[in-house]
């Protein structure tokens, strides 16, 4: 996705306020050209509906009386590898910090997507199989600790939802309640996806995730924001701590979101002496080599992993005595250090493959650290596995079958999630562009710089084809009349335009907005303060798009409005070329028309007969009254031809009015 600038000869840009001379024509023939072009319609003014008020500032930020609940979480896990049955106790402290009472409170329930009247069966053509289903989640115990009493609580379930009823509202500014959950589930197999368990080799491995229920989020924007788990649009979780436990057989290696705080009841004098080795190490040091994953265990009975995280919004733990492990140490800035590890089969060993994951883990992490904020966390994983890639805070699912350059792209993406979402806390359920386009802008320039380029530039063949230019390739789907669009709801794209618009426009709009709208400097400078200052938050569409108008100096509403809220098509054409007054030496007189609903600042360039290119830049501003602009390049040579747009760096869909002999 990466824009590559070719070789130019003698290559001069010039800035077309200060050197070229523009006539608007008179009604003949230019005012005839076909054009679907408005500018009143693309810079419409009042783009934002909404005021700025004392919760999301008009300048982007978070507002003075901006509020969010916390949750904290106590688990305690325990899974039986016989019956694959999750067993947990869970206590959830509730703190509502909103200005509301509330009176009832929502819990998401993401396992019982897997029931047989599940809603999901109807929505993905992803669904269960009939004799892939599970039951759900099965409550023992579902209590209420209030004003210091303990209840029975009463609450119904629906589809992947828990309402809980309460006698005495939660009192706003600071109320607070507990939740007490005793409850089990059978752990879907490999058809689970995001919690799951498989062969290998050396035994099964499980990926647990959205494993205990949640409380949803209760917001300034939608309230409770209840919308049921259908598997496509992801998570929006509340922040606080989570403090957990699992249970596991003792010759399985758990590997768990946050910090394992009991290593010397879990782990082997050697292994705990080879992480120390690891915390000082650039290079991948080996805790549990092959050798000691297929020796016979002297472990009988079970263990209990003890794991703590602060100030997240999710964890998730792989478990597995199959699992090979190794880690290196993660240079953070100023200073600030962190650990890189992978857990991975016996079939995933390889030079290209897993042997490289913690190298592409720390190198991502590394990056994505000094270019836009620091990772927070005291660790990160990765683990191998069938979840393909999918990413919680600190931990990674991905797939064990990956090598190479898919590899690396498919960790530096998955752990980028940790800026998006897990960091700036979207609601991805509602925006999935919020986490998933935006995380693969990051990710573009991260596989710039990993290892001085070494897999530039990114491409993810799953919607941009070997070769070609990323501008050209976003044509089709942007013409496509059934594509929907970058606001769709997640739940409501299909398939088939889910990497096409959800990841590859998104990042490729910002990528366009960094490189050729905005420049460089300006556009890092409030992308980095949209992260900063929404780190634990939760911001809503315009308050990303408010952040960049205001940090970046620019009201970009005709982007917005053209790129993300429409499939505007871009169509810029040369109608005409030739010198004026027939003389080379007073210029070329060039006529553009812009003949679809886009607009783009554009690069217009001069081929001269000794081989030199000769460059100016046009402003968007170009388009904001005309349809149709005539001006002069001011050279003083022989031209061959004029072309709009040399890099292709813009989505014109009709390359083929974009370049014109001289008359």
Same mark, same amino acid.
């Given at each position: 996705?990466?824009? =590559? ?16 001379? *523009? ?42 009386? #901006? %509020? ?7 688990? @305690? ?79 119904? !379930? ?61 917001? $300034?924007?939608?309230? %409770? ?68 994953? !297929? ?9 209990? %992993? ?22 290196? *140490?993660?240079?953070?800035?100023? /200073? ?53 890639? +999918?990413? #919680?805070? /600190?931990?990674?699912? $991905? ?5 190479? =350059? ?68 976003? !044509? ?15 739940? /409501? ?52 798009? *408010?952040? +960049? ?13 053209? %790129? ?30 812009? @003949? ?30 005309? @349809? ?32 014109? @002999? !001289?008359?």
């Amino acid at each position: 996705m990466k824009l =590559k600038l070719i070789g130019l000869g003698a290559l001069v840009f010039l800035n077309f306020a200060a050197q070229a001379q *523009r006539h608007r024509r008179a009604p003949n023939p230019n005012d005839t050209i076909s054009s679907n072009y408005d500018p009143s319609v693309l810079f419409t003014p009042m783009f934002y509906t909404d005021k700025g008020n004392e919760f999301h500032s008009a300048n982007g930020e978070p507002g003075p009386k #901006y %509020w969010q609940n916390r949750v904290d979480y106590q688990l @305690k896990a325990n899974i039986d590898t016989v019956t694959k049955v999750l067993r947990d106790n869970e206590v959830i402290s509730y703190t509502n910090n909103s200005p509301d009472a509330l009176q009832y409170l929502w819990l998401q329930l993401d396992q019982n997507t897997y029931k047989k009247d599940a809603r999901s069966n109807y929505y993905t053509p992803f669904a269960p199989k009939p004799e892939q289903h599970t039951t759900g989640y099965e409550f023992e115990s579902v209590e209420i600790v209030q004003n210091g009493k303990t209840l029975k609580a009463d609450y119904i !379930v629906t589809d992947t939802r828990m309402q809980i009823r309460l006698k005495d509202a939660v009192i706003p500014n600071g109320g607070k309640i507990s939740i007490l959950i005793k409850y089990y589930y059978t752990m879907p197999a490999d058809f689970g996806g995001r919690n799951d368990y498989f062969d290998t080799k050396n035994g099964k491995i499980y990926e647990v995730a959205q494993w205990f229920p949640r409380m949803c989020v209760y917001d $300034d924007s939608h309230g %409770w924001d209840t919308l049921p788990f259908l598997g496509s649009g992801e998570f929006y979780c509340e922040y606080g701590d989570i403090d957990y436990t699992v249970t596991a057989p003792a010759d399985m290696l758990v590997a768990g979101s946050g910090e394992l705080l009991n290593p010397t009841e879990v782990l082997t004098t050697k292994e705990i002496n080879r992480l120390a080795t690891a915390r000082n190490s650039d290079k991948t040091v080996m805790i549990r080599p092959l050798s000691d994953v !297929v020796a016979p265990s002297t472990r009988k009975g079970t263990l209990t %992993w003890h794991f703590k995280m602060l100030n997240t919004r999710d964890v998730a733990f792989g478990a597995s005595k199959a699992y090979i492990w190794d880690a290196a *140490r993660i240079n953070l800035p100023e /200073g600030k250090k962190s650990m890189a590890m992978s857990v991975y089969p016996v079939e995933s060993v390889g030079d290209s493959a897993w042997t490289r994951a913690t190298e592409f883990l720390k190198g991502s992490i590394e990056y994505f650290s000094a270019k836009w904020f620091v990772y927070p966390y005291p660790n990160a994983v990765n683990e191998a596995g069938i979840a393909g890639g +999918m990413e #919680y805070p /600190g931990i990674t699912f $991905d797939d064990y079958r990956s090598s190479g =350059k898919d590899l690396f792209a498919l960790i530096a993406h998955e752990i980028g999630h940790n800026w998006f979402p897990m960091i700036v806390g979207s609601d991805e359920r509602r925006y999935g562009w919020m986490d998933e386009g935006l995380n693969t802008f990051i990710d573009i320039y991260a596989s710039d710089e990993f290892n001085k380029g070494e897999y530039k530039p990114k491409r993810d063949g799953e919607y941009a084809p070997k070769g070609g230019y990323p501008a050209d390739e976003i !044509v089709p789907t942007i013409g496509d009349p059934d594509a929907i669009t970058i606001m769709t709801p997640a739940d /409501g794209v299909a398939e088939k335009y889910r990497h096409s618009i959800t990841y590859f426009k998104t990042a490729f709009g910002l990528e366009l907005l960094r490189e050729q709208i905005i420049g460089k400097d300006r556009f890092d400078y409030a992308f980095r303060n949209y992260i900063h200052k929404w780190a634990y938050k939760h911001p809503q569409p315009d308050d990303f798009f *408010r952040s +960049m108008d205001n940090g970046a100096g620019e009201d970009l509403s005709w982007f917005w409005k053209g %790129w993300f809220y429409n499939n505007y098509k871009l169509d810029l054409a040369l109608v005409d070329a030739r010198y004026v007054d027939k003389d080379h030496t007073k210029g070329i007189q060039v006529t553009v028309a812009n @003949k679809d609903e886009m607009a783009m600042p554009f690069t217009i360039e001069v081929l001269l007969k000794d081989g030199s290119k000769y460059r100016m830049k046009l402003p968007v501003e170009t388009w904001i009254q005309d @349809k149709v602009i005539t001006f002069t390049i001011p050279t003083t040579s022989e031209a061959e031809s004029v072309t709009i747009d040399p890099d292709h760096a813009m989505p014109d869909y009709n390359r083929e009015n974009n370049t014109l @002999k !001289v008359k």
